[in-house]
């Protein structure tokens, strides 16, 4: 077996609270990743899977500790390298698209600056290799007038020419690894596929490799080969797209999917009751349980690993003790 581009063994990563303890927020997380694959990983805002992408770039808030895990990147444990180290990786190898290129770019900067950055500290081009190499990369993602907007400023660009200047500066130094952080969420819906094709685009012509964090689902079906849900910093499912979005497993994918306009049964939303749990507090049991009108009494007890589903598409894995499958087609009964 070919090894992978990323591989993440039970990566934990806290942060504190007010009460003077700490709230783990990623749980044992452990998932691979193979070059050029496109991997979504979708939950709930909390479920960690923002948390998880900072750590492993080591871009995580001072008051976060990773309290165990192994994050191999090319074969390098990324949370054993110095800071300096780190550096030389993010931005050249690892590039980075995160949710709002208002806030994520510098307002008193021009573009020409901001995207030039990397270019000189990874790859050193100054003079016209460095001109040429910007007008290149601005055309490469669709802004129009190049020359023009290397002079400008965030402001004056709209917000769909903003994120595609993020997406420039993340693929910049033709890094094998890109992470999108809610890269499309600022954005209105026609901008929004825009940014999904050309990700597509830069993809099979950069054959660069794809981690996509996202709450969209239905970006997520046009975009990913594998989608991951995240539940209380944990996996509870992940799987090729088409058998996770078709043949669900666990019900909290389930609510997930029928939240959604069109998955959505008798043209009504339905929305998953109660709230997420509290990360300083989580049960022994499926953090999930008392959300879950299917919980059986093992589910309040005991935490479900995370294995193949049965009859499912191959790397189709779930964490539950109930038998999705057979409670829907029951209920389908008439």
Known sequence: MTAPLL?????SVSFPTGKGGRATVVRDLSYRLDAGETLAVVGESGSGKSVHALALAGLLDPAA????G???FAGRDLLQLDPAALRDIRGREIGFVFQDPMTSLNPVLSIGRQLAEPLTRHLGLKGGALRRRLVELLELVGVDRAEQRLKQFPHQLSGGQRQRVMIA???ACNPRLLIADEATTALDVTVQAQIVDLLRDLKARLGLT???ISHDLG???RLADTVQVMYAGGVVERGPVDAVFHDTRNAYTLGLLRSLPEGA???RLQAIPGQPPDPAALSPGDPFAPRNCWATARCHVERPPLR???DAADGHLVAAWYDLRRILAEEARP
């Open 65 to 68: 500790r990773i309290d165990s």
């Open 308 to 310: 193949q589903a049965e």
């Open 265 to 267: 049964s008798g043209g």
């Open 169 to 171: 500066i993340g693929v």
């Open 70 to 72: 192994i994050v191999r």
């Open 7 to 11: 591989e993440i063994e039970n990566l």
């Open 210 to 212: 794809l981690l996509w």
């Open 219 to 221: 970006v997520v079906a």
